[in-house]
Structures are given as C-alpha cells and as structure tokens.
C-alpha cells in the first residue's frame, strides 16, 4: 500500500474496510502525492491554528529538496521515515523536538518491535531534515538536539550462496512456474542490488549500451 508512479503522475493504492482501493493522484509531483495520499487515508497532519512552521513543513520542504539529488531507493527510505514522523511528530513545531521527545521516540519504535539500526537510521533522517531547516534559517526551527544512539545488536556472519547452490537456484526457477522471478534473481545475484532497489528501477536507470 502507498504511492507509485505510473506513466508521468502518481497514483495511490490502499486498503479500507478490507477493500483495495486505487486511485490517480494526477501529479507529478512526490511531495504533494505523498500529501493527497495521506488525505485519502486518513493520515494527513492538520495545519496548526497559528500558523507556525511544523516537523510536518519541514519534512516536506526536505524531501522535496532531496527529490531531484537522491536516487529512488533513497527516496522510497525518506518517504517511510516522512510517514511516521508525521504520525509522531508532524503537528510538533521544531523547538518542541527535545532530547525528551527523541528518547520518547526511540521508545515508541522499541515497542513496536524496530531494530535499533532501523531506529538509529530514521530518526537521524528526520535530524537531518530539522538540521536542514535550520541551516537555512527557517523561522521557529533551532538546531536540533544531540541524543545518543541505540547500541546496536551484533550481526551474525552473513551467509553467501556457494556456485553450486546458485546453480541449484537456478535450475529452480527454469521451471516454468518460477520463470518470472528468474530476471529478479539473476539482477540481485549479479549487480548486488537489494530488494528494495530493484523494486524502485526503472527503465531510465539501465544502460543497455
């Protein structure tokens, strides 16, 4: 569920009531896609009554600063860390981001069961966005606090696939049923890319020369 694009302009699907739902967003635009979407969801943060600059603003006035400079896995990264900041955060103006609000946060994450590399990671893009803001002298939005990381959990040695369990992988996907997956896999096996990334290529982004 969320937003892709599809020819030249957004569109949203999402699911209410049990039922998919798509719908064009009619706009090229990402930071006003990720906008509409949220208003079709529900998820959309009010504007405050006085008027005064939010984490909401800023996120949105970072990402669409990083929209044109970023590749599309880092972007797709932005959006999960815009989403959940909104929620957390998005009716906050930037001063009231303290120490306090940031263990809070991490607290939050812990208990929905994020590692802390994921913690450490999203919160240190919504810093960035509020270090962004205040860089550049944006009304109502002070550095942002120092807080400490999460220690982080020791990686257990990553397991490579040997030649010959590649090539038990690959006589698995010459059946025709796993056929389509075939592309996928070679893509990942050879040019290293993760999941993540080779949902977000597009055609723009290979060289066949």
């Not at 599809?6 to 090229?28: E, I, M, N």
């Not at 960035?128 to 040695?157: D, F, I, V």
Request: with cysteine.
């Amino acid at each position: 569920m969320g937003i892709y694009k599809r020819g030249a302009t957004y569109w949203a699907r999402w699911r209410a009531d049990g039922v998919q739902h798509r719908k064009s967003l009619s706009t090229a635009d990402p930071v006003e896609a990720e906008r509409l979407f949220a208003e079709l969801t529900g998820a959309a943060v009010p504007e405050r009554a006085d008027g005064t600059l939010t984490v909401a603003d800023v996120l949105r006035g970072w990402y669409r600063f990083q929209a044109s400079r970023c590749r599309p896995s880092s972007l797709l990264a932005y959006r999960v860390v815009i989403r959940r900041f909104n929620l957390m955060w998005g009716r906050k103006t930037p001063a009231e981001i303290t120490r306090r609000a940031i263990e809070d946060a991490q607290d939050a994450m812990l208990a929905a069961k994020l590692a802390p590399r994921t913690i450490n990671t999203q919160i240190g893009f919504a810093l960035t966005a509020m270090r962004w803001a205040h860089e550049r002298e944006m009304p109502g939005c002070p550095e942002p606090p120092k807080c400490r990381q999460l220690p982080l959990k020791t990686r257990s040695p990553q397991k490579y696939l040997t030649a010959a369990e590649m090539g038990k992988v690959f006589a698995a996907l010459a059946e025709h049923d796993f056929a389509r997956l075939r592309p996928v896999v070679m893509l990942a096996a050879y040019a290293g890319l993760r999941m993540g990334e080779i949902i977000a290529l597009r055609w723009q982004d290979v060289d066949l020369e």
